[in-house]
């Protein structure tokens, strides 16, 4: 990585002027200059230097804008992205679906040893950016993270709260996160959101694809036997919600992220670790156990959870031809029942919708039980994860914490390569951080199962 001195910025938010990125900017600017922020530069970028002035009064309402500057970026010129990346230590990418803008950004970075983190929440494209660039990327000191956003910390650090209540010689077996969005008015998605989707189910066999073409993951070992999948429609009583199955890219994240756990038993080595960094990364991982993972979507009636059937069913039959794609993304509230439009959601419906996620673990009370047989789980621990709206409050939350210690930690971070967030973000004070901003984390109970 070049000289941070010889960086203008500390940071460059591109697609600021979207429907995500001007919170995200919002969200930023709560921290530029602040006295215990390692943020005291800041660029906005994108291809209309108009929106983005607009999006920083925006922003900055009811103060006058700070005097940042404002970049004009062709994602498309590769020249234009790494004159870009060479003017900063981290570009926080909100330019979506990114399956389609994504890699050239991911690309310019790394050639320019900058580090990069996004909100993506395609696996596809993920695991491509892991495959082309992660050898590179830690040869020119560049650290690209994707899934910083509602996609996917929640799921995971949600997991390793879950996972490290299971005190020894307890021991989890599978844990089923239930996401539970909740609103006092309608709850409106994000239209790059459902655009990714129908996008993923369209190229849905380039991903099994290029996961024949790497070689396999190293898989951890996780006491007990497999869980059944159970029914498709499933009450869960102890949280009150109907659910069923989440096709998100969670469970794929989280998975990552324990392959990389089970190759890495103490976790990644920082660039400038001190033993006392080492120790407290291995005592970290070590609370950390591994476990079958699922997602599951969830309502409170029966009706609600036929409703999200309903807009699974329509984005896979849609969305698997061209002409059924372009019905799906030029009438989104038709084929989503109102959940997704293109203007997206107002101000008043942002503020007034929140999340719970859910995380239900069913283990072993002693894990010398798990090698009796087809011994049962014994012990189920509960915890959750809640916070405001999804896409424009929590998201930017994360991504902009994940940046602040990217910024003032990145000594105690891996030099390079591309990773998911939980096997960074981990032993770090993510999770203390997302507390004090407005997501929590609590324990919600601890009981024995019925033999």
């Avoid at 991504?399 to 960074?424: D, M, S, T």
């Amino acid at each position: 990585m070049e000289e941070e001195k010889e960086r203008a910025f500390d940071v460059v938010i591109l697609g600021a002027s979207g429907f995500t990125g001007k919170y995200v900017v919002r969200e930023t600017l709560k921290f530029l200059n602040s006295p215990s922020s390692p943020l005291k530069t800041l660029a906005l970028s994108g291809r209309n230097p108009t929106k983005l002035e607009q999006t920083l009064k925006w922003a900055s309402y009811p103060i006058k804008p700070p005097q940042i500057p404002i970049l004009e970026t062709n994602i498309s010129d590769p020249s234009s992205l790494l004159s870009l990346c060479k003017k900063t230590r981290l570009v926080l990418n909100c330019v979506g679906p990114f399956r389609l803008y994504g890699e050239p950004v991911v690309a310019a970075c790394v050639e320019a040893g900058t580090d990069y983190l996004d909100i993506s929440g395609e696996p596809e494209f993920m695991e491509k950016m892991e495959c082309l660039y992660n050898e590179k990327g830690l040869k020119m000191g560049s650290l690209v993270i994707s899934a910083c956003g509602f996609d996917s910390i929640p799921a995971e650090m949600g997991l390793m709260f879950n996972s490290r209540q299971w005190v020894g010689p307890a021991a989890p077996n599978r844990v089923e996160a239930y996401v539970n969005l909740e609103s006092k008015m309608r709850i409106v998605g994000n239209f790059a959101t459902l655009e990714s989707a129908v996008l993923g189910v369209a190229n849905a066999g380039q991903l099994l694809e290029l996961r024949r073409s790497r070689p396999r993951k190293a898989r951890p070992v996780i006491p007990g036997p497999l869980p059944s999948k159970g029914a498709t429609i499933e009450h869960q009583k102890s949280i009150g919600l109907w659910a069923v199955k989440l096709p998100s890219a969670d469970s794929i994240v989280v998975r990552r992220t324990l392959s990389f756990l089970t190759e890495n038993p103490h976790g990644l080595p920082g660039t400038k670790d001190s033993d006392e960094d080492i120790a407290k990364r291995k005592n970290f991982w070590s609370t950390v156990k591994p476990v079958h993972f699922g997602v599951k979507i969830g309502s409170k009636s029966l009706l609600g959870v036929f409703r999200f059937i309903l807009i699974g069913i329509f984005i896979g039959l849609f969305g698997s031809t061209a002409f059924g794609r372009s019905l799906l993304l030029k009438y989104p509230e038709i084929f989503t029942l109102g959940m997704f439009r293109k203007t997206g959601p107002t101000e008043e419906e942002v503020s007034s919708a929140s999340f719970k996620m859910w995380f239900v673990g069913h283990g072993y009370s002693d894990i010398s039980l798990a090698s009796k047989g087809n011994k049962k789980p014994d012990m189920e621990i509960i915890t959750r994860v809640s916070g405001p709206e999804v896409g424009y409050v929590t998201t930017p939350i994360i991504l902009v914490q994940c940046a602040l210690i990217l910024l003032g930690q990145r000594a105690n971070l891996p030099k390079g390569g591309v990773f998911p967030a939980g096997i960074v973000f981990g032993p770090t004070d993510l999770l203390e951080r997302l507390q004090q901003n407005g997501i929590s984390f609590e324990v919600i109970s601890k009981k024995a199962l019925p033999s």
